[in-house]
T-cell receptor
Framework: QKEVEQNSGPLSVPEGAIASLNCTYS??????FFWYRQYSGKSPELIMSIYSNGDKEDGRFTAQLNKASQYVSLLIRDSQPSDSATYLCAVNQAGTALIFGKGTTLSVSS | EADIYQTPRYLVIGTGKKITLECSQTMGHDKMYWYQQDPGMELHLIHY???????EKGDLSSESTVSRIRTEHFPLTLESARPSHTSQYLCASSDLGGARTDTQYFGPGTRLTVL
């Protein structure tokens, strides 16, 4: 059974701090890795995708991938209250459906 | 911005009724998916399709059925709605290309309440 594990949280950080969200996956041949953000009652929206080991930055967001450790993370710099949401990690191999984690709830206090 | 649409957005219906949730995308994506999600809970894949006339059941057993007659359209049908079907239903699509094109885009969802 292929699995994607996330700490459910809630992860609470003060405004302006760095939020660090972590995800591990069980299938070593996974090739594509995604982070989605989901506000309460809304559908998931894509934040980042990463395919190679290392870091990928997009604005305040940085995705980090370590395939040897089967670990992917998302850093949110200068966290804002509007970042408060559930963050979903998703993983797949080429041509297969994404496997989603259960999500980590982030709360940013002003 | 992904062009994937779901109708209706909200539906309240009585037990025993037949309902069809619509999902359409204008991106020409080959793959389409239906997920079920209860409030505050994880996504569950209930159906997916990799192209016209291709449909598969997902990880979560569902009493719903789907069809894929056209690339852009992937409706989900419940023959006889029950209160246990009350949930949010999310449609998604992605390209069938190589590993780096499997990004899924989600529609806005249909919130179904069965009385």
């Amino acid at each position: 059974q292929k699995e994607v594990e996330q700490n459910s949280g809630p992860l609470s950080v003060p405004e302006g701090a760095i939020a660090s969200l972590n995800c591990t996956y069980s299938d070593r041949v996974s090739q594509s890795f995604f982070w989605y953000r989901q506000y309460s009652g809304k559908s998931p929206e894509l934040i980042m995708s990463i395919y190679s080991n290392g870091d990928k930055e997009d604005g305040r967001f940085t995705a980090q991938l370590n395939k040897a450790s089967q670990y992917v993370s998302l850093l949110i710099r200068d966290s804002q209250p509007s970042d408060s949401a559930t963050y979903l990690c998703a993983v797949n191999q080429a041509g297969t459906a994404l496997i989603f984690g259960k999500g980590t709830t982030l709360s940013v206090s002003s | 911005e992904a062009d994937i649409y779901q109708t209706p957005r909200y539906l309240v219906i009585g037990t025993g009724k037949k309902i069809t949730l619509e999902c359409s995308q204008t991106m020409g994506h080959d793959k389409m998916y239906w997920y079920q999600q209860d409030p505050g809970m994880e996504l569950h894949l209930i159906h997916y399709s990799y192209g016209v006339n291709s449909t598969e059941k997902g990880d979560l057993s569902s009493e719903s059925t789907v069809s894929r007659i056209r690339t852009e359209h992937f409706p989900l049908t419940l023959e006889s709605a029950r209160p246990s079907h009350t949930s949010q239903y999310l449609c998604a699509s992605s390209d069938l290309g190589g590993a780096r094109t499997d990004t899924q885009y989600f529609g806005p969802g249909t919130r179904l309440t069965v009385l």
